[in-house]
């Protein structure tokens, strides 16, 4: 049976949680692969708001497992708080819900080293992280010594390599920052243990070696749908280094971080804004620090999820979001908060740089090269009306319509599913041939018990 994964083709908050809210019924298990609590996803519906940040946004749908993998880090703390969340407004969590024994998990003193070393990096500019300590988890992860994953809580010698870790931390973090008291965290090895222990009975339920549930899964032929945080230019390994995230939030990391291989995914769905943002640190080719960027803000309420950060705001830039179609294979695409630009009176798409005197289509892979360039922008039509309660393409003023083709053109991939806002009843789907873009494919619902 086929899989589907949405992948964000920009730097992250492309409204990736609506879609993943409205395919969830089309399958029968959602899979979150990589990221942590620096995350967020923000589902609308009925006039409710949802906001998550590690479990899918498919637990609001009955019937339906959602598995967050060893790829993801856990912050225990914040698992609790949305499985509370969601239980108080009534979504029974219960069986719905499994996290993988391999997942590492975030520590007070991952928190204090993400914010005494965020502004270390290129010369003091800080790369923007949400101080939630998921790069130094990360980073404990690949060096081995000091990692702690989930399934350690509930071995014998947890305590001991607890404390074991706390000591060489404390003397590790000594060494950083300006020496005063207030950059010198103290950590508590009793205390963080008992804490711990009353978070791993809590979560016990939950834990499950996910990997092998994913692969009875697939070989039985359930419908997995694969949920990734943050977007593709923020990969570890193909972003805008160093300014990304710290796992592989391309497509290419749907594989390692979910431990299901590629070849049960045959729908790869690229999900990106009408316009660009970015939050933190490293460069926006098309960010727009004027009235333009204010409207965007202000219409698209462009503020993060997790932090309410402002968020910069610009023209749709075509070579990057091209570059990461590419990259992370998708075979469609779906456009998010189109009704955004309304009232603009004309709309700008980047489809080039221009870097030192030469025009270049393809993504520069050093930021130094990014920050020089400037984009060379094609020009087309705005249009005034409010697409808010619009359901179809035909539905959708002319100069939308072509917006849209153009954006598919330029990115060489089809247009599936158009967003008008926030709520699950203001998506159109693409299912007739307009603009030469090929149906959406949609798999029946599955049998409910």
Not at 270 to 283: C, D, I
Request: aromatic share 6%; glycine share 14%.
């Amino acid at each position: 049976m086929p899989g589907t994964c949405v992948i964000g083709l920009q730097w992250g908050d492309e409204a990736k949680g609506k879609l993943v809210d409205i395919l969830t019924e089309q399958h029968d298990i959602v899979v979150r692969y990589q990221g942590g609590a620096n995350a967020g996803h923000t589902v609308v519906s009925g006039g409710e708001t949802w906001k998550l940040s590690l479990i899918p946004s498919g637990i609001l749908r009955d019937g339906v497992t959602c598995v967050v993998t060893g790829g993801v880090v856990l912050d225990p703390t914040a698992a609790l708080r949305e499985i509370d969340m969601l239980e108080g407004r009534g979504v029974r969590v219960g069986s719905k819900l499994l996290l993988s024994d391999r997942t590492h998990l975030v520590f007070p003193w991952h928190v204090a080293e993400d914010r005494l070393l965020d502004g270390s990096v290129s010369g003091g500019e800080a790369i923007g992280t949400t101080g939630r300590g998921i790069g130094p988890c990360y980073r404990d992860k690949v060096g081995r010594a000091l990692a702690i994953r989930l399934g350690d809580l509930y071995r014998p010698d947890f305590p001991d390599r607890l404390r074991h870790v706390v000591a060489l931390k404390q003397r590790l973090l000594g060494g950083v920052g300006d020496g005063s008291a207030a950059t010198l965290p103290e950590f508590d090895a009793d205390s963080i243990l008992a804490d711990t222990r009353r978070m791993a009975a809590r979560l016990e339920p939950y834990v499950a070696d996910t990997t092998a549930f994913l692969l009875d899964a697939v070989e039985a032929g359930r419908r997995l749908l694969f949920e990734g945080a943050q977007g593709t230019l923020l990969d570890v390994d193909h972003g805008t280094y160093p300014y990304v995230t710290s796992s592989n939030s391309s497509g290419l990391g749907v594989g390692t971080g979910s431990g299901v291989p590629g070849r049960w995914i045959d729908r790869s769905i690229g999900v990106v804004k009408a316009y660009s943002t970015r939050v933190g640190g490293g460069p926006l080719p098309t960010e727009q620090d004027n009235a333009v960027g204010i409207h965007l803000r202000e219409r698209g309420n462009e503020y993060g999820t997790v932090t309410q950060r402002p968020r910069r705001c610009g023209w749709f830039d075509a070579v990057a979001a091209r570059y990461a179609a590419r990259l992370s294979g998708v075979d469609q695409l779906a456009v998010m908060l189109l009704d955004v630009l309304g009232g603009l009176d004309e709309l700008r798409i980047c489809i080039a740089y221009e870097i030192d005197g030469r025009t270049v289509t393809n993504f520069p892979s050093h930021v130094d090269d990014l920050r020089r360039a400037q984009p060379v922008y094609e020009t087309l039509p705005g249009w005034p009306e409010d697409l808010a309660g619009v359901r179809t393409m035909a539905g959708l003023p002319a100069a939308a319509r072509r917006y849209i083709e153009r954006i598919g053109g330029l990115l060489g991939r089809p247009v599936s599913i158009v967003s008008v806002g926030p709520d699950r009843a203001q998506t159109i789907p693409c299912d007739h041939h307009e603009g030469g873009q090929r149906p959406w494919p949609r798999h029946p619902a599955p049998a409910r018990a």
